[in-house]
């Protein structure tokens, strides 16, 4: 078992941190060059969503923005209270078919 392997058994999620070594080690570039892609890829899918556009990878899914409608809710504090939530952008995520049928074991990474 290589050590990939047993840092995959020991935690249950990956931070930035730790997407930028695994694809330094899988790339065998630098560390600073991986951080480096992984902020790009951030920044560049963040302003795509900000400026209207979707981003599509093919076979992993597609970011997107959508806009969640406002809506009466009522306040914690004082349940009889309504109060108006506003409209607001939220980032969306759809899988695509390849990752959807990794993930149902139908193939393999």
Known sequence: MNTLDKR???KTT???SDLA???AEKLQISKKLADDF???FEELVTRALANGEEVTIAGFGTFS???RKGR???NPQKPSEPIT???VVVPKFKAGKALKDTLKGKRTV
Do not use: F, Q
């Open 85 to 87: 939530i506003p409209s």
């Open 65 to 67: 923005a959508k806009e």
């Open 21 to 23: 070594t695994r694809i």
């Open 8 to 10: 995959d058994k020991l």
């Open 72 to 74: 009466v809710g009522v």
């Open 14 to 16: 990956m931070n930035k």
């Open 38 to 40: 992984v902020a790009t």
